[in-house]
């Protein structure tokens, strides 16, 4: 390396790691309202109206049959997921769901981080299509078999008990499922969000057309330090990248940008 090309490098690590200290700041804080926002959904919606879970498959979910909440909450949501994605790639799952925060926390915990590339970790990511797979089959082809599970608007505890009394196995299995998998995420990092999400499957098919990105430049010596920090254990622009910005101070090269990728 030339002491020009020395110079250029020492001159960006600093910026980098300065936005992307900038950007984990503001990251949590998307993160915190999200939780404020969505996770009322998500600790009320499962048992009881008014709320709805609508990044969970909620179209299995009985709070949906809440007179006047289907249509005005939980199809906008899945207007906007989309368009989300075309434009942000996965930053919904790094940036605003509540599950990912949750995952993020335990996955501080968890003994093996999983941030390196090796057979598993290529493959694992293919669960997330599975369990994408598994969702549409149960909300399309089983006719949403949650949706005769009696509901209660009144305390949340007995709410939860009356669902868990008149809930089916299947419900009951899947609910178990996911939180076997959090759960997991305390032996594996991130397991839910990395390797069984069926949100997540949707959104890896999305991402690869979207504007904005984390990426890298040609300057890659393929080191694997982002890897090394990324708390999904990815590359940019590989899966489970969700555009979360950890990674940009941490290259040593200054070669990764966040920002629309142009063509050469």
């Avoid at 009394?165 to 995420?185: D, M, P, Q, T």
Wanted: charged content about 15%.
């Amino acid at each position: 390396m030339s002491n020009r090309e020395e110079a250029v490098a020492v001159d960006v690590a600093p910026t980098a790691g300065t936005t992307s200290r900038a950007l984990t700041l503001w990251r949590r804080l998307s993160q915190l309202a999200g939780l404020a926002i969505l996770g009322q959904w998500s600790f009320y919606g499962i048992f009881r109206c008014p709320f709805i879970v609508p990044f969970l498959s909620c179209q299995n979910c009985p709070v949906i049959t809440c007179h006047g909440r289907l249509f005005t909450m939980f199809w906008g949501f899945w207007l906007l997921l989309p368009l989300s994605a075309l434009l942000f790639g996965r930053a919904f799952c790094g940036w605003a769901c509540p599950g990912g925060l949750v995952t993020q926390l335990l996955g501080k915990l968890a003994r093996f981080k999983l941030r390196s590339r090796n057979l598993f970790t290529r493959l694992a990511p293919w669960g997330a299509y599975l369990g994408l797979a598994i969702s549409l089959y149960v909300w399309l082809v089983m006719n949403q078999p949650r949706s005769n599970i009696p509901m209660r608007v009144g305390e949340f505890f007995p709410a939860v008990a009356l669902t868990f009394e008149h809930a089916g196995i299947l419900w009951l299995v899947r609910s178990f499922l996911v939180l076997g998998f959090l759960a997991l995420g305390l032996l594996l990092a991130n397991t839910w969000c990395r390797f069984a999400c069926p949100t997540g499957g949707l959104l890896e098919l999305v991402k690869r057309w979207s504007l904005f990105k984390v990426y890298q430049t040609d300057k890659c010596t393929d080191c694997d330090k982002c890897l090394q920090v990324c708390e999904m254990g990815a590359r940019p622009e590989t899966a489970n990248c969700t555009n979360c910005g950890d990674c940009l101070g941490a290259c040593p090269q200054g070669a990764i940008r966040i920002g629309r990728k142009r063509s050469l």
